[in-house]
């Protein structure tokens, strides 16, 4: 066992002095030289490389198994590199290449979505039925709807049902159809209330008989995003009305801080609005008669009079007696003319006739109508508290001082008020107008701090560049302590130094003897082989001493 064991170790050990052997040699040289220059060279394009990874961005998301198949298929045709987030949620590409990619894979139609169209129609089998046929209408009419929902950029993903009730020849069992939207938003995006409506009018009118109130949208967490007149808070307001309030109110304050700005400076100035706004919807007609007017006042419409006279002209008058039967006397000429109205004549002339005399005036009536339609959104009420800043002012020595506003300044401030907000007095509108100092003016003139001092932000700093200076110290580190050694080595073995010279006769007399006699022996030595090769071959050197001399024999 022991003569077993030296020998092992005695080939062992004549194994290690021949590859020491081979590395000394100058192949084995030259060869180790190349593959530790190789070498370098290949960890300093794997940095390089490594400090060049492109950035990656979302491709697509939210995809279902056989899109993400498709896709990743096409992207390796066109060579375009890939990988998968955390959970296999989304593919991403570089980013120089997102939008690139984006374009040809819709030209494909990719991804397709989950949801199937009308063109699941293209297929009907012969012989389906009735029933078969209708719910594959459905089906295509709810996967064209989600399609078009999903083409609204902050919507990532949409389902859409239907409830298409059966049509009944009996009015009063004819039901409306109803609808129910659920919309998955992208990451950090939300909807307005226009956007919302838009998507209720859009599944409204591509339904036949459905209205807008029938259709529901919520969101991925649960929220109903569509509104309804049901809806309303404790005031009887609609989210409608209530935005309209919150809007008229913000203008108000806007208004009164972008008149104010100019005088006291645009941090010196805070006000806020209440608005009491009428949403109720008038209607009124009223028919108004004035009393009874004078008669000269009055615009006559219509006159009528008539007057008759009963009676016999010529019947007995008189006393009875003996001078009633006498014949009448002469006609004689009156002094004065008899008055002009035949009445009273023929009355007078005939005692015995009776007279009746009938007028009718008729006056225009005075009449009002009035027609008065109050629009909805009538402000019925405003309250304004304004809030201005003590003025800052720098006396002579640099020091600075917040002195209050003078009567004459605030009057001033009050007034411009008055008329930014619509002020009215007979409405019951009121104003209220302070001048106080506002807390942590100090504050304004703090300077941010060097970013040493944020370990938030240098952190933040050096994620983003960490990259580029460690790649640059690593290629540094591998070229003077590996790429650097080796290529002098090559460079030494390539080009040898020259022998030295003598330059210099101040040279020591021990080396100035030792040249001296190295020179003397390399010049027998030659002398020597001269004579041998004269001997060995007299007509070669015969040759060359006749080319010395220009001999052509």
């Given amino acids: 066992m022991a003569v077993a064991g030296e020998g092992a170790i005695v080939g062992e050990g004549a194994v290690a002095p021949g590859v020491m052997n081979f590395a000394r040699s100058p192949a084995g040289r030259n060869i180790v030289m190349m593959v530790g220059a190789a070498l370098a060279v290949a960890v300093m394009a794997g940095v390089w490389m490594w400090s060049q990874q492109p950035d990656y961005r979302v491709l697509f998301s939210n995809f279902s198994d056989r899109d993400g198949g498709a896709i990743v298929a096409s992207l390796q045709q066109m060579n375009i590199p890939y990988k998968y987030a955390d959970g296999g949620g989304a593919i991403l590409v570089p980013a120089d290449k997102v939008h690139d990619a ?57 389902r859409v049902h239907l409830a298409l009730p059966k049509a009944s020849v009996f009015v009063r069992d004819q039901q409306k159809p109803t609808a129910s939207v659920l919309i998955n938003l992208q990451p950090g995006r939300s909807l307005d209330q226009q956007q919302v409506n838009a998507v209720v009018h859009l599944v409204a009118s591509s339904v036949p008989d459905l209205p807008p109130k029938n259709v529901s949208v919520i969101d991925q967490n649960g929220n109903l995003l569509s509104q309804n007149d049901k809806q309303r808070d404790a005031n009887g307001l609609d989210p409608t009305q209530l935005k309209y309030v919150q809007e008229l ?23 806020e609005a209440t608005a009491d706004v009428d949403f109720s919807h008038t209607e009124q007609a009223a028919e108004i008669y004035k009393p009874n007017q004078e008669p000269n006042s009055g615009t006559v419409r219509s006159q009528q009079s008539s007057e008759s006279v009963n009676g016999a002209q010529n019947a007995a008058s008189g006393v009875p007696g003996a001078l009633t039967n006498q014949p009448p006397a002469p006609a004689t000429a009156p002094l004065t003319a008899p008055p002009a109205n035949g009445a009273q004549n023929g009355a007078a002339a005939n005692p015995g006739a009776s007279v009746q ?27 304004v508290a304004v809030v201005v800043n003590y003025k800052r002012e720098v006396g002579k020595d640099g020091k600075v001082t917040m002195k209050p506003l003078s009567d004459a300044e605030k009057a001033q401030i009050t007034d411009l008020v008055k008329e930014a907000m619509g002020y009215n007095r007979d409405r019951g509108d009121s104003l209220n107008v302070v001048n106080s100092p506002f807390a942590g003016n100090d504050t304004q003139n703090l300077k941010l701090p060097p970013i040493w001092e944020r370990p938030d932000d240098m952190l933040q700093l050096a994620k983003d560049y960490w990259r580029y200076p460690v790649a640059l110290l690593i290629m540094m580190m591998v070229y003077f302590k590996v790429f650097k050694p080796i290529w002098n080595r090559v460079d030494e073995k390539l080009n040898p130094a020259p022998p030295p010279q003598i ?17 003397s022996r390399a010049y027998v030595s030659n002398l020597e082989r001269a004579k041998q090769l ?16 220009g001999t052509n024999e």
């Fill in 102 to 158: 984006r374009l040809k894979l819709a030209s494909q139609g990719l991804p397709k979505g989950g949801n199937v169209g009308f063109e699941l129609m293209e297929n009907q089998k012969l012989g389906v039925s009735q029933f078969h046929e209708q719910v594959n209408f459905q089906r295509a009419l709810e996967g064209e709807l989600a399609r078009s929902i999903q083409s609204i950029a902050q919507v990532a993903a949409a």
């Fill in 249 to 271: 109110q913000q203008s108000i304050v806007k208004r009164i801080e972008s008149i104010i700005s100019p005088i006291v400076g645009p941090d010196n100035v805070r006000a």
């Fill in 357 to 383: 005399k009938e007028v009718t005036v008729n006056y225009e009536v005075d009449k009002t109508v009035r027609y008065v339609q109050q629009p909805m959104g009538g402000v019925k009420r405003l309250s």
């Fill in 503 to 519: 330059e210099h006769a101040e040279e020591d007399d021990d080396e100035v003897e030792d040249v001296v006699e190295i020179e």
């Fill in 534 to 549: 004269a001997r060995d071959d007299p007509k070669l050197v015969a040759n060359i001493v006749k080319t010395w001399v």
